[in-house]
């Protein structure tokens, strides 16, 4: 193993503690002191690879982008746009226990960015980087007539994300059991006023 593979090993156990911390606890349960904690290393090792507690949150936050990313290009965006974008609205769902975490660190993430400027860019350009994701999906589908032709892709894309942040909330105060049956029809019913041509005809449905 390399230098640079040993740091990196190092600084993914670092972002294992964050993740860990703010799950349990939110954005205040995380200091450096407590980070060094959780891992099991001295405070000195926790600075000498991040320089602040807001770079150990936005690092960590960055780490569920990063995961999130990767999935999504497994999905592929070939097919139906109605499809894709099942697949890709299913990365975020909180409906097991790897979900249910990630969902509560980027609530708590997206919570803490409203009132601190440190994390307020961040969080508005990942937000940004997901509705043109949409969009570029929906404007896609207008051109084949799949979208609702009342539709504008760009507004429909900041709706869908808005839909999205919504459900989970609404989704994690209930049962771990209970939410795959709350959000399924409520994510099809919303994608119903986008795709009213895939209802009619009967499409598929789901991931």
């Not at 911390?21 to 959780?38: F, Y």
């Amino acid at each position: 193993m390399t230098a640079g593979d040993r740091a990196a090993e190092r600084r993914a156990h670092l972002i294992g503690a964050v993740l860990d911390l703010i799950d349990g606890g939110g954005i205040p349960a995380v200091s450096m002191r407590a980070v060094a904690t959780a891992a099991g290393v001295s405070l000195a090792q926790v600075q000498y690879y991040f320089r602040s507690k807001d770079q150990l949150i936005v690092e960590a936050f960055r780490h569920i982008c990063r995961d999130v990313e990767g999935r999504a290009a497994a999905v592929g965006f070939d097919g139906p746009a109605r499809s894709v974008l099942r697949a890709l609205i299913d990365l975020w769902l909180p409906v097991d226990e790897r979900l249910s975490r990630d969902a509560r660190v980027w609530l708590a993430f997206s919570a803490e960015a409203t009132t601190r400027p440190s994390l307020m860019s961040f969080a508005a350009a990942v937000d940004e980087e997901l509705r043109e994701a949409f969009a570029q999906i929906l404007r896609r589908a207008s051109e084949s007539g799949e979208l609702n032709p009342a539709a504008d892709p760009v507004a429909a894309a900041a709706g869908l994300l808005a839909v999205i942040d919504g459900l989970v909330v609404q989704s994690l105060v209930l049962d771990e059991s209970e939410r795959a049956g709350f959000l399924a029809p409520r994510v099809e019913a919303h994608l119903d006023l986008l795709f009213p041509s895939s209802r009619e005809k009967g499409e598929s449905k789901g991931a």
